[in-house]
């Protein structure tokens, strides 16, 4: 299985500032996903970060609110700009594996004041 | 559009009992691939299974067993004997892209206390 990494694990950031979580997987992947998952609620796919092309993003989500890199086939970022105590979620991010079972990293846990 | 229902919101037995969780899910494609994950309080998501659509074969793992209806569109998850560890939140995700290349459409989750 793959094992991914995430960073930070939480954070407490200021209305107004930006985050940006790391991900890093331990194998190469070709498609890596981010999702939020808000208080008490369920998985809500962000977007999906592919090596070379930009992320293409679910309804609800734009790239100004939520730019993402993915620079290599180990890596992503995402990042939640101008923040807003609406943005308080944990945030995951999860990547195909060669045996194409989806994995997810232990989540980035963000409240907003 | 996709859609998956976990009717259950919390479920609470005694520690030993046999407990099932409910998945539902709606979709147009013929062909489609249902996981289920469990969330323990640490947040990770780990994954428990998938199922493709062609294959309606029941399956167990231990004490774990899951039993897929085309029929009824339903995907129930029965632990068997639970014990203390079992204590998560368990969901239920639909993709109709093998391995969720296009991402999971997920349930709310069902949040499972096995009480000691």
């Known amino acids: 299985s793959a094992v991914i990494s995430q960073k930070p694990s939480r954070d407490i950031c200021q209305r107004g500032t930006s985050l940006t979580i790391q991900c890093q997987v331990d194998?190469?992947?070709?498609?890596m996903f981010w999702y939020r998952q808000q208080p008490g609620q369920s998985l809500t796919l962000i977007a999906t970060?592919?090596?070379?092309?930009?992320?293409?993003?679910e309804s609800g989500f734009v790239i100004d609110k939520f730019p993402i890199s993915r620079p290599n086939l180990t890596f992503s970022t995402l990042t939640v700009s101008n923040m807003s105590p609406e943005d308080s979620s944990i945030y995951l991010c999860?990547?195909?594996?060669?045996?194409?079972?989806?994995?997810f990293g232990s989540g980035t846990q963000l409240s907003v004041l | 559009a996709q859609k998956v229902t976990q009717a259950q919101t919390e479920i609470s037995v005694v520690e030993k009992e046999d407990v099932t969780l409910d998945c539902v899910y709606e979709t147009r494609d013929t062909t489609y691939y249902l996981f289920w994950y469990k969330q323990p309080p640490s947040g990770e998501l780990v994954f428990l299974i998938r199922?493709?659509?062609?294959?309606?074969q029941n399956e167990i793992s231990g004490r774990y067993s899951w039993n897929f209806q085309k029929s009824t569109s339903s995907f129930n998850f029965t632990i068997t004997a639970s014990q203390v560890v079992d204590s998560a939140v368990y969901f239920c995700a639909l993709s109709d892209r093998e391995g969720g290349a296009d991402g999971l459409t997920f349930g709310k989750g069902t949040h499972l206390i096995i009480q000691p």
């Open positions: 199922r493709n659509s062609f294959d309606e």
């Open positions: 999860s990547a195909q594996g060669i045996n194409e079972k989806l994995f």
């Open positions: 970060a592919n090596q070379g092309s930009e992320a293409t993003y």
């Open positions: 194998s190469q992947v070709t498609m």
